[in-house]
């Protein structure tokens, strides 16, 4: 399976448009067919993934594009051979919480007439600048539409190649894929700010759901450290909301939220591994005489993460997982909270009323625990800040990001904590200058984030306070 990562910008422009000179060669002009396919719900499209098979003379091929960050449009690109009778196993695999809908059928077919350049910098390529004649088969719906994806480029060429195309009359767009042009999608708009307070708890719900779906396949793929990071995150601030509207829902979410724990600690050790790994690795390249050694120490990570990856497949794999996001689904459309005396706020602010506390009983030198114990706190509080931002409350998005700080301060000591107990536990007679040193950087990161905490947290819950008074 080849894997490729696009960074490219989409323009649209008028039938008939024809590139400037860009300073180049051009390429080779093609005419291909694509058919996409999707679940019955459109569980795919919905999430901004797009399966397709692209037909171009005697060449089949699948191509499975998963969302990505970043500026313009980043997407990561599979690519198998295969036939009409579906998608090869190694794309099909990373589509399983997919295919619980239903079988994959096709959605739409486009045939593109396509033209282009490679623009160069001496001998260096800096983009692929195409234009797509698009015709959706059996309909009279046409589009002309530009791509110019990054080859050796950078950011900036993108920005300059997109302005000499907007300059010759190309129009800023979207980004969407081709198919969600033509795709009519279910949609889920935002409860409006007045909404009562079942209708706002459902979409934050929903939209956790819909984050498992976009990230699940990046996960079981593993090339992207974020896609664990959001898939992660959406299961915390689902089980953060399960617990804070406890009061309000009683045990209706209860069991949602045990299947979501047992999720998560199949999550967490992968994750806390690879922020570890990132920030070790810079780390250990600066140890000079001792880099040897500490690459040593980082092969011993690595082989604890590769254990805990397998862990995580193994769960991601099993009935017990799909059964989790059909009952999530299940539980977010039967959610009842009955009257709920004022709102999202109320929940929000009963959750800064307990960050205060545990915030007041702290000692002038917290224990290690005790600070990670505040930053759930302050984790809980902030996601149930973001409930109630929905109605459009300017106070309660401040708030949002000040406890978002209170977590990156408190984040890092924590993660100071556990790169010290890591590195002790593999440090051996060869490797423990390496080590040493590493865990002497540690501690002074973790007394950085001591000294900044104390006004991160003040600062908090004075926005927390004036929002949800």
């Known amino acids: 399976m080849r894997e490729t990562l696009e960074h490219e910008l989409k323009l649209d422009a008028d039938e008939g ?192 759901l819909s984050e498992l779906e976009r990230h699940d396949p990046g996960v079981r793929l593993g090339a992207d450290p974020e896609d664990l990071h959001r898939f992660r995150v959406a299961t915390r601030r689902t089980r953060a909301l399960i617990r804070a509207t406890r009061p309000f829902l009683g045990d209706q979410l209860a069991a949602l939220g045990d299947e979501l724990r047992w999720l998560g600690s199949a999550l967490g050790p992968v994750r806390d591994l690879d922020v570890l790994l990132g920030r070790l690795r810079k780390e250990v390249a600066a140890l000079d005489a001792d880099e040897p050694a500490g690459q040593e120490l980082l092969r011993g990570l690595d082989a604890q993460r590769d254990e805990a990856r397998e862990r995580l497949l193994a769960a991601l794999a099993s009935p017990r997982y799909e059964a989790l996001l059909d009952s999530f689904a299940a539980a977010v459309a039967a959610i009842d909270p009955g009257e709920v005396e004022g709102g999202a706020p109320a929940i929000a602010r009963d959750a800064v009323r307990r960050l205060q506390r545990a915030s007041d009983k702290l000692s002038s030198n917290p224990s290690d625990e005790a600070l990670h114990r505040l930053r759930i706190d302050a984790k809980r509080a902030r996601y149930a800040a973001e409930l109630a931002a929905l109605t459009g409350d300017p106070g309660a998005a401040r708030a949002v990001d000040a406890f978002k700080r209170v977590q990156d301060v408190i984040g890092e000591h924590q993660d100071a904590v556990v790169a010290e107990e890591r590195i002790r536990e593999l440090a051996e007679t060869a490797t423990a200058l390496a080590a040493g040193r590493l865990i002497e950087q540690e501690r002074a990161r973790k007394q950085a984030m001591r000294a900044a905490y104390p006004m991160a947290v003040a600062h908090a819950l004075d926005e927390a306070h004036a929002a949800f008074p």
């Open 17 to 208: 448009f024809v590139l400037p000179d860009l300073g180049g060669e051009a390429l080779a002009a093609r005419v291909f067919t694509s058919t996409y396919y999707d679940t019955p719900p459109r569980s795919l499209g919905r999430v901004g993934i797009t399966l397709r098979r692209r037909v171009e003379g005697d060449s089949s091929l699948w191509q499975l594009k998963l969302p990505r960050g970043g500026k313009g449009t980043v997407r990561a690109e599979l690519e198998e051979p295969g036939g009409a009778e579906g998608p090869p196993e190694s794309l099909a695999r990373l589509l399983v919480a997919h295919l619980r809908h239903g079988a994959l059928e096709p959605v739409a077919a486009l045939r593109t007439e396509r033209s282009g350049v490679r623009v160069l910098d001496g001998e260096r390529v800096i983009a692929e600048a195409t234009v797509d004649a698009v015709d959706v088969v059996d309909t009279e719906v046409g589009f002309t539409e530009i791509e110019v994806e990054l080859v050796d480029g950078e950011e900036a060429d993108l920005e300059r190649l997109g302005g000499e195309l907007r300059e010759a009359g190309a129009r800023s767009s979207s980004g969407a894929p081709k198919l969600m042009r033509v795709l009519e999608l279910p949609e889920t708009p935002a409860p409006a700010p007045d909404a009562p307070i079942a209708e706002q708890l459902r979409h934050f719900f929903a939209v956790q």
